[in-house]
């Protein structure tokens, strides 16, 4: 069974800087791609950015692009999402999850569509 969990979700003031990781079991990554997503309460989830196992090709959402860097360390099965220059709308909880068919994630980026195996995801708050 697949499982994700998420942590390193904090309260950071804008501008700083934050990294959340993503503990895979159940599968390795070195099969499908593993996307962060985001969601605010009343809104729709919002792909923030995916990591591909083949190739480890990256995609990113237009709002956090240049700010936010997705890597993967496949012997510790997790994946990372470094997040600089945050700004107060950046405020959500992040999820990860895996999609199998990498060509089917490619072509839906950035919808969710295709990804299962939701984790409980991690809250991050950005506020002066």
């Known amino acids: 069974q697949v499982q994700f969990v998420e942590s390193g979700g904090a309260s950071v003031q804008p501008g700083a800087s934050l990294k959340i990781s993503c503990v895979a079991s159940?599968?390795?990554?070195?099969?499908?791609?593993i996307g962060w997503f985001r969601q605010i309460p009343g809104k729709q989830r919002e792909g923030v950015s995916m990591i591909t196992s083949n190739d480890g090709r990256t995609y990113y959402a237009d709002s956090v692009k240049g700010r936010f860097t997705i890597s993967r360390d496949d012997a510790k099965n997790t994946v990372y999402l470094q997040m600089n220059s945050l700004k107060p709308e950046d405020t959500a909880v992040y999820y990860c999850?895996?999609?199998?068919?990498?060509?089917?994630?490619?072509?839906?980026?950035?919808?969710?569509?295709?990804?299962?195996?939701w984790g409980q995801g991690t809250q991050v708050t950005v506020s002066s």
């Open positions: 159940g599968f390795t990554l070195g099969y499908g791609a």
């Open positions: 999850a895996l999609d199998r068919s990498i060509a089917q994630a490619a072509i839906n980026w950035p919808s969710s569509a295709g990804f299962k195996s």
